[in-house]
């Protein structure tokens, strides 16, 4: 008796189908919602005014936003300068997300204001470089 033989085709790559891609983490959620705010805040301020971001605890002061990441599944950063221009960033779970958005005078009267709004997409993860080294 002859053994039978099955001929298997070789595995093509499946398509993915628009729309069938990995669902958002509760980090990235957060991320793009908060993009969203910073932008529609920003649009309303004047040219003498910046954002900032106010951080709660006692006398934990403001954060001038330089930029904002988030970390897979649930963290979420902000990184920026404290009021004496120390370099700052806040790392906080989703679930304790609460920020403070705030409208503060530019540092330098003669230069633009600052606008953080336009360089925040989903993918930008803070800093030039994109290391979260906003600096």
Not at 3 to 12: D, F, G, I, M
Request: charged share 30%; proline share 7%.
């Amino acid at each position: 008796m002859a053994k039978a033989t099955t001929k298997v085709a070789p595995k093509r790559p499946v398509a993915k189908k628009p729309g069938a891609e990995k669902p958002k983490s509760p980090a990235e959620w957060a991320h793009d919602r908060l993009v969203m705010y910073i932008r529609n805040f920003e649009s309303q301020l004047d040219t003498k005014q910046e954002i900032a971001m106010g951080l709660a605890g006692d006398e934990a002061g403001v954060l001038r936003i330089e930029g904002i990441g988030y970390f897979d599944p649930d963290i979420i950063t902000f990184y920026g300068r404290d009021e004496t221009g120390a370099k700052t960033q806040l790392v906080q779970h989703v679930t304790k997300l609460s920020v403070t958005l705030r409208a503060v005078p530019k540092e330098i009267e003669e230069d633009p204001p600052r606008r953080i709004g336009f360089q925040l997409n989903s993918g930008w993860m803070g800093g030039d470089s994109g290391d979260g080294s906003a600096g």
